[in-house]
């Protein structure tokens, strides 16, 4: 597609259930990006793929939380055990890397209950 | 983690007025981007700007680069009722690691 997509665009979970979050960057974008952005907040870095490699992982806020990247493509944030303190939009970004523009997605709501 | 200070955090401004923020660091980046986010949407970017003491010009936005590298600010003339959301200045270290620290927002209100 043109522009990055995420999904879902709004989940409800249980608290203590696990939720998938997907991010399809733009084609070609070799760098990815995850920022967690709770109510009325910045932006808090999670991880960050070059490729299907994190060299930086270092914002993920507990082992509850991982990510994944396959094909140099699609990523999938994971976080088990879902917590209140969770409930936050998960946003995606991507770039072709090099120090280019950093283009996010839309978002995907989480809110646990 | 780690946020750059922006400030202000709210502003309540008049249509037609000017507009004015800033963004400080306690350390170097090497390159400065503003962003604006609409509420249920992602950030958009504004401006990146990638040398010290650059000033550039987006439409009725100027945003420039600190010479020292640890601030920028962002200014906005003749606001308009589509300039409101939440602007966030960003910073990026190096090339090798190319994660944004962002910082806490602005919230821009105009009031007709």
């Known amino acids: 597609g043109a522009g990055v997509s995420q999904s879902p665009s709004n989940k409800v979970t249980e608290k203590g259930k696990d939720v998938e979050l997907r991010c399809d960057p733009i084609?070609?974008?070799?760098?990815l990006y995850w920022y967690r952005q709770s109510l009325g907040q910045g932006l808090e870095f999670l991880i960050y793929f070059q490729g299907n490699s994190a060299p930086d992982k270092s914002g993920l806020p507990s082992d509850r939380f991982s990510a994944e990247r396959t094909g140099g493509s699609v990523s999938t944030l994971t976080i088990q055990r879902t917590q209140q303190e969770d409930s936050a939009v998960y946003l995606c970004a991507s770039s072709p890397g090099g120090g280019n523009t950093i283009y996010f997605g839309e978002g995907s709501w989480l809110t646990v209950v | 983690g780690q946020q750059l200070n922006q400030s202000p955090q709210s502003m309540f401004i008049q249509e037609g007025e000017d507009v004015s923020m800033n963004c400080t660091s306690s350390?170097?980046?090497?390159?400065w981007l503003w962003y604006k986010q609409e509420p249920g949407e992602g950030p958009v970017l504004l401006i990146a700007l990638y040398k010290a003491g650059e000033l550039t010009s987006n439409g009725r936005l100027t945003a420039q680069f600190g010479i020292t590298r640890k601030d920028s600010f962002l200014n906005i003339s003749a606001s308009i009722p589509s300039d409101v959301g939440i602007y966030f200045c960003a910073g990026q270290r190096d090339f090798g690691n190319e994660k944004l620290t962002f910082g806490t927002g602005t919230r821009l209100t105009i009031i007709p």
């Open positions: 084609s070609g974008h070799t760098a």
């Open positions: 350390s170097i980046f090497n390159t």
